[in-house]
C-alpha cells in the first residue's frame, strides 16, 4: 500500500502569510494527488487534483505542485477563512490513502 | 453539482452494527463510485472503501475488511455504509463522497456533511 506522509503536522500563521505544506509519498504516483481542506463541523472540500490544477471556484491564492514523490499546497496570501486542516490523498491506486493532516492555526 | 444527505448521529454499544447512508440530488447516481472516508477524534482522514452503484463492485480498506459492507438502493439514490463489531475506536465521524474523473485524476468532488457514531457502553 502506498503511504502519504504529511508535514508539517501543524503551522502558526498570519493573515497575508505565504504558507507551504509538504507531502511525500512511498513510491511513485506520478501527478495522482489531491488536495482537500477541512474545518470542523463541516465536509471536507476539494482545492486540487494532478497535483497542481485547481478545482473550480477555489482561489487562485492555493496551488499545488510535484517534484517525484514530494508534493507542495501554497497558499499564497493566507486569508482568514484559510485556517483550517490541510490533507493530500493520493489517488494512484487503493486503498487511497491521505496524509496525516496540516493544520494551519 | 449535486448534493449528499447523510443519516443523523447514532449512539451503538461495543460489539453493535450500525448502518450510515447517503442520499444523492442532482445527478445521475450510478454514474460516479461512492467513497466512505472517516475521521476519528483527533485523527485524520482514513478511507475506508468504495462501491461502483453501476456494478456493484466494491474496494474496501485492508484495515476494514472483515467488518465493512457497502450496498446501495439505485430506486431512492442512496448508498450505505454498514460497520460491524463496534468497539470505541469506531468512534468518529463518517463521510460519504462522490468522485470524478478529469482526464484520468480521480478526486471527491463532493462530500456528505458527515455523521457521528459514537460508540460507548
Known amino acids: 500500500d502506498i503511504q502519504m506522509t504529511q508535514s508539517p503536522s501543524s503551522l502558526s500563521a498570519s493573515v497575508g502569510d505565504r504558507v507551504t505544506i509538504s507531502c511525500r509519498a512511498s513510491q511513485r504516483i506520478f501527478k495522482f494527488l489531491n488536495w482537500y481542506q477541512l474545518k470542523p463541523g463541516k465536509a471536507p472540500k476539494h482545492l486540487i487534483y494532478a497535483a497542481s490544477s485547481l478545482q473550480s471556484g477555489v482561489p487562485s491564492r492555493f496551488s499545488g505542485s510535484a517534484s517525484g514523490t514530494d508534493f507542495t499546497l501554497t497558499i499564497s496570501g493566507l486569508e482568514p477563512e484559510d485556517f483550517a486542516t490541510y490533507y493530500c490523498q493520493q489517488s494512484f491506486s487503493t486503498p487511497l490513502a491521505f496524509g496525516q493532516g496540516t493544520k494551519v492555526e | 453539482q449535486g448534493q449528499l444527505v447523510q443519516s443523523g448521529a447514532e449512539v451503538k454499544k461495543p460489539g453493535a452494527s450500525v448502518k450510515v447512508s447517503c442520499k444523492t440530488s442532482g445527478y445521475t447516481f450510478t454514474d460516479y463510485y461512492f467513497h466512505w472516508v472517516r475521521q476519528a477524534p483527533g485523527q485524520g482522514l482514513e478511507w475506508m472503501g468504495r462501491?461502483?452503484?453501476?456494478?456493484?463492485?466494491?474496494n474496501y480498506a485492508h484495515n476494514f475488511q472483515a467488518r465493512v459492507t457497502m450496498t446501495w438502493d439505485t430506486s431512492i439514490s442512496t448508498a450505505y455504509m454498514e460497520l460491524s463489531s463496534l468497539t470505541s475506536d469506531d468512534t468518529a465521524i463518517y463521510f460519504c463522497?462522490?468522485?470524478?474523473?478529469?482526464?484520468?485524476?480521480?478526486?471527491?468532488?463532493?462530500w456528505g456533511q458527515g455523521t457521528l457514531v459514537t460508540v460507548s457502553s
Open positions: 463522497a462522490k468522485d470524478r474523473d478529469t482526464n484520468g485524476y480521480l478526486y471527491f468532488d463532493l
Open positions: 462501491i461502483n452503484p453501476d456494478s456493484g463492485d466494491t
